[in-house]
């Protein structure tokens, strides 16, 4: 079974700066994909970035960027120049490749509650 | 496009008491995954339907039971609370083709058990 462990309860991160947060995973299988949702206190669940374990270039939207190593199995998430919207709980995310008639479910990593501070 | 709605947003019930949550997506997505999310734990998947008649049991599926009558529609049943459901329940629907598709949240349902 494939799991997904975020070691960081909590990070804080100052305004303007740049913060990272870690993700590692196990699994068997060569070919996945792998995702970071942002969660506010709205408690709605947003994606922020997703990878192709197939694709050796790092994912990149915006200000967020991610740190893909395949053999280490580690999945980082960069923030850069925080914002205070930016605070939130991040999760990590697999998923197996879907095959044609069978859904794939997410596993979910137990979150880290980011705080933005001025 | 609503997305993914949710219906109740908030629900109180006393043990032993049956509800139904509701789910409606408007974007013809195939598949539909009903999760809840512990504090300290990630989202776990309760049930899932790959299409409309179709339902399977996802990693937390005792105690819940779904039906899936219509394509937009996934609800999730609770016949007899206990107050280890207490819990927030999304609800989540993706495309059926292949490719990292994301999945589409719900606002969540937070749930109660006394």
């Known amino acids: 079974a494939q799991t997904v462990t975020q070691s960081q309860p909590e990070m804080s991160v100052q305004e303007a700066e740049t913060v990272t947060l870690s993700c590692t995973y196990d699994?068997?299988?060569?070919?996945?994909?792998l995702f970071w949702y942002k969660q506010p206190p709205s408690r709605q669940m947003i994606l922020v970035i997703r990878?192709?374990?197939?694709?050796?270039q790092n994912a990149t939207e915006n200000r967020f960027s991610v740190n893909f190593q395949k053999a280490a199995k580690s999945f980082s998430l960069k923030i850069s120049d925080s914002q205070l919207g930016d605070a939130a709980m991040y999760f990590c995310?697999?998923?197996?490749?879907?095959?044609?008639?069978?859904?794939?479910?997410?596993?979910f990593g137990t979150g880290t509650r980011l705080q933005v501070t001025l | 496009n609503a997305g993914v709605t949710q219906t109740p947003k908030f629900r109180v019930l006393k043990t032993g008491q049956s509800m139904t949550l509701l789910c409606a997506q408007d974007?013809?997505?195939?598949?539909m995954y009903w999760y809840r999310q512990d504090p300290g734990m990630g989202l776990r998947l309760i049930h899932y339907?790959?299409?409309?008649?179709?339902?399977a049991k996802g990693e937390v599926p005792d105690g819940y039971n779904v039906s899936r009558l219509k394509k937009q529609n996934f609800l999730l049943g609770l016949e007899s609370a206990a107050p280890s459901q207490t819990s927030v329940y999304f609800c989540?629907?993706?495309?059926?083709?292949?490719?990292?598709?994301?999945?589409?949240f719900g606002p969540g349902t937070r749930l109660t058990v006394t």
């Open positions: 989540a629907s993706s495309q059926r083709t292949s490719g990292s598709k994301e999945q589409y």
């Open positions: 699994t068997s299988e060569s070919d996945y994909y």
């Open positions: 990878q192709e374990a197939y694709k050796q």
């Open positions: 995310a697999y998923r197996r490749v879907i095959n044609t008639g069978t859904a794939s479910k997410l596993t």
């Open positions: 974007m013809n997505h195939e598949y």
């Open positions: 339907s790959v299409g409309e008649g179709t339902t």
